[in-house]
């Protein structure tokens, strides 16, 4: 079954750190290009960020591009999202999600919490 | 403010059908085929329902087709059930700029 696990969300405070992470299995991992998508509570969804398969490429949204680092390790069919600078309109749910052969996600893991707030 | 727009709410009986509208623009959904609609229920992970504008993956209901004219997408559901009560996202790629955007949802309500 392919699945994708996210883990790391917690409470921080503003300007702080975080590092997410998502594992994945049931699929060959380093052949699928990842993505970050976030969910702010009660809200849309908005693309975050995303990694080609073997990490030659990397895109950002605006509201991130210098805050955020997307990596992944595809030893360890994983995918990380580095998050620095941290404000309270980061807060959200974070999913990461496969990009298919197109240009759609699927699937996507269950998310993690972020909440920045002091 | 999402990049693309869509209706707040819609709503239909059950064996009705509903269309949900997402109009972007000529950088997105009017550049090429490349929206996809996503089913979400509350406090799970969105599910890919629609890609490439009409295309169905295997296992979503022949229920649910897409289209598109223009700059505007559409998702339509036929036969609603009380199951496909759901938030409905829209989403376009960007190939300019490598990137993904989608519009604010769409809350269905089976009544």
């Known amino acids: 079954e392919v699945q994708l696990v996210e883990s790391g969300g917690g409470l921080v405070q503003p300007g702080g750190s975080l590092r997410l992470s998502c594992a994945a299995s049931?699929?060959?991992?380093?052949?699928?290009?990842m993505n970050w998508v976030r969910q702010a509570p009660g809200k849309g969804l908005i693309w975050v960020s995303y990694?080609?398969?073997?990490?030659?490429?990397?895109y950002y949204a605006d509201s991130v591009k210098g805050r955020f680092t997307i990596s992944r390790d595809n030893a360890k069919n994983s995918l990380y999202l580095q998050m620095n600078s941290l404000r309270g309109e980061d807060t959200a749910v974070y999913y990461c999600?496969?990009?298919?052969?197109?240009?759609?996600?699927?699937?996507w893991g269950q998310g993690t919490l972020v909440t920045v707030s002091s | 403010q999402s990049a693309l727009t869509q209706p707040a709410s819609v709503s239909g009986s059950p064996g009705q059908s509903i269309t949900i509208s997402c109009t972007g623009s000529?950088?997105?959904?009017?550049?090429?085929?490349?929206v996809s609609w996503y089913q979400q229920h509350p406090g799970k992970a969105p599910k890919v329902m629609i890609y490439?504008?009409?295309n169905r993956p295997s296992g979503v209901s022949d229920r649910f087709s897409g289209s598109k004219s223009g700059n505007t997408a559409s998702l339509t559901i036929s036969g609603l059930q009380a199951e496909d009560e759901a938030d409905y996202y829209c989403?376009?790629?960007?190939?300019?700029?490598?990137?993904?955007?989608f519009g604010g949802g769409t809350k269905l309500t089976v009544l």
């Open positions: 989403s376009s790629y960007r190939s300019s700029s490598t990137s993904w955007v």
């Open positions: 049931g699929f060959i991992f380093s052949s699928y290009s």
């Open positions: 999600a496969r990009k298919t052969s197109g240009h759609w996600f699927d699937p």
């Open positions: 990694i080609s398969s073997h990490s030659d490429s990397t």
């Open positions: 490439d504008v009409t």
């Open positions: 000529t950088s997105d959904v009017g550049d090429y085929n490349y």
